[in-house]
């Protein structure tokens, strides 16, 4: 699915592991509907809301600490407002941009399998404004199977 300019896909928040569920709970309670998963090679437990557009992630003990990932982040803010996510035709040509304004990328990941391809690179924050771009061929309306 290709499109021609960017779109808000949805936001992530780092959540400390032992508030995790926690917090699933009371956002379920005003109306989300997690998905709960485990990204091994990440190293990230996840509570998914793809259709409202709703993340929360929380580093495993085996989590990676560097720069970009969410135990660095957590270690440095606590919990809060990770990424926000935008929907692009073309992570790459988005990466060329954010380079022409001082912007590496310090994180990016690739899944595929069973028909779907995603495509997620996360920009170092610029002006406040922490921003992943992501690429996929899935609908919106099609539900996630990690």
Not at 8 to 21: E, N, Q
Not at 54 to 82: C, K, M, S, V
Not at 95 to 106: F, H, K, L, P, T
Request: aromatic share 8%.
């Amino acid at each position: 699915m290709s499109q021609v300019s960017p779109q808000l896909h949805h936001v992530v928040f780092a959540i400390d592991p032992g508030r995790l569920d926690r917090a699933a709970d009371y956002l379920s309670a005003l109306g989300f509907q997690f998905q709960a998963f485990e990204l091994e090679h990440l190293g990230l437990q996840i509570r998914l809301d793809w259709d409202r557009g709703f993340e929360l992630i929380a580093p495993t003990p085996a989590a990676p600490t560097g720069p970009g990932t969410a135990a660095d982040f957590l270690a440095r803010n606590g919990d809060g407002l990770f990424s926000v996510v935008v929907r692009t035709a073309d992570c790459v040509a988005g990466e060329q941009i954010a380079a022409r304004y001082g912007v590496n990328a310090d994180f990016r990941q690739q899944h595929e399998g069973d028909g779907f391809e995603l495509s997620e690179v996360k920009l170092e924050p610029l002006f406040g404004i922490p921003v992943t771009l992501m690429s996929t061929n899935m609908d919106d309306e099609q539900p996630v199977t990690p």
